[in-house]
């Protein structure tokens, strides 16, 4: 099965400029009251969802697996003529490729559970060693909580319109016996009310609980760990209830 990260067209169909605006209010949101001057996503992909941070003053730095989702990124940033410095790494590894610190380091877009939960903490001690004295760890992720309990097959997106053509996503979800689980990713392309094109992606999840999340920040010396709905702005969510939801949390500076 080829990989959508590999299909960065496709990818970024769906990163519309109300969706940018979007997370540009997110990270408004998520910023305020706190001392974050530099960003390391160890999961940047094409930099959907931190780009903005480059617009809002914050040093934006990236690392992704995927050398076709950093060039795209690349071209991305420099279009909106942001600055962003970007390196190809595996966020199991970044010691062996980052010796600077940060204000924060962050992982994006659901990605630590694309490693299993017994190399889950490993990938936080690795991005808590990027970390500045009294600076931040951040990930957002899907609700697996919500999503293991409910078990829903499918999960659909508002379609997006390139010139004649309307371009459909829908999710179908498998949930293996191992609890991992699989998603496909179907997009059809309809053009005069007929599809004439369909592509099929999968991905491979460990789905994570958050107390495993959060037990291993705390054991790091984090005290002050914030839970948001993402994106923040919604915060009549309730973040149990939400599809998504992100943490920030700051390192008590008597733990480094």
Request: proline share 4%; net charge negative.
């Amino acid at each position: 099965m080829k990989s959508l990260y590999n299909s960065t067209e496709l990818y970024n169909l769906f990163d519309t400029e109300a969706k940018y605006q979007n997370v540009k209010k997110h990270w408004e949101k998520l910023l305020e009251g706190k001392d974050i001057h530099s960003f390391l996503d160890v999961s940047y992909g094409t930099g959907s969802l931190t780009l903005p941070l480059a617009e809002l003053g914050v040093s934006l730095y990236g690392s992704d697996l995927t050398p076709a989702m950093l060039a795209s990124g690349e071209k991305k940033a420099q279009k909106k003529g942001l600055p962003v410095q970007l390196r190809q790494c595996d966020f199991r590894k970044l010691t062996e490729h980052f010796t600077e610190t940060f204000d924060c380091v962050g992982s994006t877009g659901n990605s630590l559970p694309y490693v299993s939960n017994e190399e889950i903490p490993h990938v936080l001690e690795q991005m808590d060693s990027l970390i500045k004295k009294g600076g931040y760890l951040y990930y957002d992720m899907r609700n697996w909580e919500k999503i293991l309990s409910q078990r829903n097959r499918f999960y659909l997106y508002d379609p997006v319109f390139v010139d004649d053509v309307r371009v459909n996503l829908v999710q179908v979800w498998d949930y293996h016996p191992d609890d991992t689980m699989t998603f496909h990713l179907l997009y059809t392309f309809e053009r005069n009310g007929k599809v004439f094109q369909k592509e099929h992606f999968e991905e491979h999840y460990y789905p994570v609980k958050r107390n495993l999340l959060l037990n291993k920040l705390k054991e790091m010396g984090y005290t002050d760990i914030q839970i948001r709905c993402h994106p923040a702005q919604f915060n009549k969510i309730d973040p149990q209830q939400a599809d998504w939801y992100c943490v920030i949390a700051k390192k008590d500076p008597d733990n480094f």
